[in-house]
Antibody, heavy 124, light 113 residues
Framework: QQPLRESGPGLVRPSETLSLTCSVS??????????WGWVRQPLGRQFEWIGS???????VYNPSLKSRVTISADTANKRFSLRLRSVTAADSGVYYCARQKYSARYSSYAFDVWGQGRVVTVSS | DIVMTQSPDSVAVSLGERATINCKSS????????????LAWYQQKPLQPPRLLISWASIRESGVSDRFSGSGFGTEFTLTISSLQAEDVALYYC?????????FGQGTRVEIK
């Protein structure tokens, strides 16, 4: 079973809201040893971090997207969601959920576990 | 935001030869208090998610071939593939997780000559 798996519509109309969910397998979802987040790869190659949260803690967003993004957690079902409002064609790409370890000593680590990715196209 | 710049954009190397990828950050990603360098390298093959190869600039992840090595400190970093194999053909990315937002390089394509 994949440790992280994205799901949601692959086609979103311009100006509407992109909604994706990441299902987490394993016991680490409610641990404060990990950040859970979203990273996207627009058409082309460069990755862009969208935002992350830690269980029972803070949620942090990329300032470039903060006004349009909400990340929320469904602890009972071990999943978390991304909502990106007012999308345009520039928001098309592959959306990944990913995990980062966290420690009080070193803060955040690299993204060590990734979902397979969900291709999202913004088009009318 | 810290800007990560990789060079070259693409490199072609003969099988068994060395491939070198460079990455520069616009600010230092090494922390004197923690004595850690917040720089990682990923490999991405077509239609796959990134795979973490190197963390903390030089620590190879479990299961990663010892052909891969990372080095560097501060603002300049290098990923070296010591003896290129066919399965190493991929895109490679550097990534800093020192500051928010974490950022990535634009990627370097490694091909066989």
């Amino acid at each position: 079973q994949q440790p992280l798996r994205e799901s949601g519509p692959g086609l979103v109309r311009p100006s509407e809201t992109l909604s994706l969910t990441c299902s987490v397998s394993g016991e680490s979802f409610t641990s404060r040893d990990f950040y859970w987040g979203w990273v996207r790869q627009p058409l082309g190659r460069q990755f862009e971090w969208i935002g992350s949260f830690i269980y029972a803690g803070d949620t942090v967003y990329n300032p470039s997207l903060k006004s349009r993004v909400t990340i929320s957690a469904d602890t009972a079902n071990k999943r978390f969601s991304l909502r990106l409002r007012s999308v345009t064609a520039a928001d098309s790409g592959v959306y990944y959920c990913a995990r980062q370890k966290y420690s009080a000593r070193y803060s955040s680590y690299a993204f060590d576990v990734w979902g397979q990715g969900r291709v999202v196209t913004v088009s009318s | 935001d810290i800007v990560m710049t990789q060079s070259p954009d693409s490199v072609a190397v003969s099988l068994g030869e060395r491939a070198t990828i460079n990455c520069k950050s616009s600010e230092s990603v090494s922390d004197f208090h923690t004595d850690k360098t917040y720089l990682a390298w990923y490999q991405q093959k077509p239609l796959q998610p990134p795979r973490l190869l190197i963390s903390w600039a030089s620590i190879r992840e479990s299961g990663v071939s010892d052909r891969f090595s990372g080095s560097g400190f501060g603002t300049e970093f290098t990923l070296t593939i010591s003896s290129l194999q066919a399965e190493d053909v991929a895109l490679y990315y550097c990534h800093q997780h020192y500051t928010t937002p974490p950022t990535f390089g634009q990627g370097t394509r490694v091909e066989i000559k």
